[in-house]
């Protein structure tokens, strides 16, 4: 991952003003930093060939605000605030495909787990980013192993909700997988069925018909595998989204595929050290990848792309 230091980008929002990156500073008594009290969007903008374009963006607000609810965090800014803010933050800096991070957490005032009077503070990020699983992931699909940390319950906090504290459970299971020898993680819900994986939904093929964990299943409801499910039925699959999915299931896959903001979407070669199907991208996951960046290269389907 290229660090910011290498990037050309100079500015953020925070708040409601534009600051200079170095100035985007907090105190290190923010309430978030301590207690892992935010919640956070992972958008793209893609070139498209009518021009730059914010990938599904009232989706991401919709996320954004829903995330901050169990969490009663105020979020004092419209949708049309932050979507100025946004598409003024890209053009600024001259992106024409780029990553963006809306973050929205406890600020600063005082300290306790219960976040008191600490203010609702907003940001916005930028940057240029490229495939999130190296380079060759998305033609030659990623080696995976099922992590030994289980994702936690939605009855132990809310897993259809973006929150930063999460994440720590998403980098023990990437962590463990890397430090393996493997490119990413599954993770199995309490349950032991398959929920994602630490920042990616999950698809499985079989038969010709595809099968993606449910939302009870303690994943977030993720906008690509909306995305995907949308392409999917309109080429005529049969799209099984609200199922549960065994470990071994996993092995016996004729396809399998990642799909994220992030991620994209990102063939599975294998699990554990055990082939699914031939071994590399399956003949589904290749369509359904070809419809996806196809969609975002054409930036045709207006609903689904704000313009920068
Ligand atoms: C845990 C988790 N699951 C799934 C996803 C995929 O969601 P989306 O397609 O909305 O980016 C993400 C990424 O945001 C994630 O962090």
């Given at each position: 991952?290229?660090?910011?230091?290498?990037?050309?980008?100079?500015?953020?929002?925070?708040?409601?003003?534009?600051?200079?990156?170095?100035?985007?500073?907090?105190?290190?008594?923010?309430?978030?930093?301590?207690?892992?009290?935010?919640?956070?969007?992972?958008?793209?903008?893609?070139?498209?060939?009518?021009?730059?374009?914010?990938?599904?963006?009232?989706?991401?607000?919709?996320?954004?605000?829903?995330?901050?609810?169990?969490?009663?965090?105020?979020?004092?800014?419209?949708?049309?605030?932050?979507?100025?803010?946004?598409?003024?933050?890209?053009?600024?800096?001259?992106?024409?495909?780029?990553?963006?991070?809306?973050?929205?957490?406890?600020?600063?005032?005082?300290?306790?787990?219960?976040?008191?009077?600490?203010?609702?503070?907003?940001?916005?990020?930028?940057?240029?980013?490229?495939?999130?699983?190296?380079?060759?992931?998305l033609e030659n699909g990623v080696d995976v192993m099922v992590s030994s940390w289980r994702k936690h319950a939605s009855s132990q906090i809310p897993t259809n909700a973006k929150t930063t504290g999460l994440y720590v459970n998403s980098m023990l299971a990437g962590e463990e997988a890397r430090r393996n020898g493997f490119v990413e993680a599954i993770v199995l819900n309490?349950?032991?069925?398959?929920?994602?994986?630490?920042?990616?939904?999950?698809?499985?093929?079989?038969?010709?018909?595809?099968?993606?964990?449910?939302?009870?299943?303690?994943?977030?409801?993720?906008?690509?595998?909306?995305?995907?499910?949308?392409?999917?039925?309109?080429?005529?699959?049969?799209?099984?989204?609200?199922?549960?999915?065994?470990?071994?299931?996993?092995?016996?896959?004729?396809?399998?595929?990642?799909?994220?903001?992030?991620?994209?979407?990102?063939?599975?070669?294998?699990?554990?050290?055990?082939?699914?199907?031939?071994?590399?991208?399956?003949?589904?996951?290749?369509?359904?990848?070809?419809?996806?960046?196809?969609?975002?290269?054409?930036?045709?389907?207006?609903?689904?792309?704000?313009?920068?």
């Open positions: 991952m290229a660090s910011f230091s290498e990037m050309d980008v100079d500015t953020i929002w925070m708040d409601g003003e534009f600051v200079d990156w170095e100035d985007a500073q907090v105190h290190v008594l923010t309430h978030a930093l301590h207690y892992g009290s935010g919640i956070f969007e992972g958008v793209r903008v893609y070139d498209t060939d009518n021009g730059p374009a914010i990938f599904r963006w009232d989706e991401h607000l919709d996320r954004f605000y829903q995330s901050a609810k169990p969490y009663d965090l105020d979020i004092e800014f419209t949708r049309e605030e932050l979507t100025e803010a946004t598409v003024e933050l890209v053009d600024r800096q001259d992106l024409r495909s780029c990553y963006i991070r809306p973050l929205a957490y406890y600020g600063y005032e005082s300290l306790g787990v219960s976040p008191g009077d600490c203010p609702t503070d907003v940001a916005i990020a930028a940057w240029p980013w490229g495939t999130y699983l190296g380079d060759d992931a309490k349950e032991g069925n398959v929920a994602e994986g630490p920042g990616e939904n999950l698809f499985l093929v079989r038969d010709g018909e595809l099968y993606t964990p449910g939302l009870s299943e303690s994943i977030l409801d993720g906008i690509t595998r909306d995305t995907v499910i949308t392409l999917a039925e309109e080429r005529g699959y049969t799209v099984h989204d609200n199922v549960s999915i065994s470990r071994g299931e996993l092995h016996t896959a004729d396809e399998l595929f990642f799909t994220g903001s992030a991620a994209e979407v990102t063939p599975i070669k294998q699990v554990d050290n055990v082939e699914i199907g031939n071994g590399g991208r399956g003949p589904i996951t290749e369509e359904l990848q070809t419809a996806f960046f196809d969609l975002v290269e054409a930036g045709d389907r207006e609903e689904w792309f704000h313009y920068v």
